[in-house]
DNA sequence: GTCTTGACGTTTA
DNA sequence: CTAAACGCCAAGA
């Protein structure tokens, strides 16, 4: 086993994850994170996520936190992209914030029904 | 090499 | 109810 390989396992476990996310749909850094099998580990979603950066095709803006805030819009080249792409599959942003994320709450443990 | 910060979440006071 | 501490692991300084 090759030690690079196993430094990367974490992370593309994420970016399938966020990948597998449907239009219209959010998840949370918890679920996540709690899906990998980690549910204490949520920041290191957050810092995979960080390294999607370097991967196109991971629509990270549709990853938020458990409130449905966009903390990490910040990171995003222009912030205002987050927000807009999500507006722009149909998820209304009010105050930086998800409206009824509840609702539109993609959770991978549920939807890929596991176990 | 050590220390601090970080796209979070849960638990305890 | 709110506020603070802990846990998790990695990367930057």
Not at 25 to 46: E, H, K
């Amino acid at each position: 086993m090759k030690l690079s390989e196993k430094n990367k396992d974490f992370f593309e476990m994420v970016f399938q994850v966020v990948q597998l996310i449907p239009p219209g749909r959010v998840t949370s850094y918890g679920a996540i994170a709690r899906y990998l099998g980690s549910p204490q580990s949520s920041r290191m979603v957050g810092w995979a996520m960080h390294a999607s950066h370097q991967v196109p095709g991971i629509p990270a803006h549709r990853v938020v936190n458990r409130i449905g805030l966009l903390t990490g819009r910040i990171h995003f080249d222009p912030p205002e992209m987050m927000e807009k792409r999500l507006q722009q599959e149909g998820i209304s942003v009010k105050n930086d914030a998800v409206v009824d994320f509840k609702k539109i709450f993609w959770d991978p443990n549920v939807e890929l029904e596991i176990k």
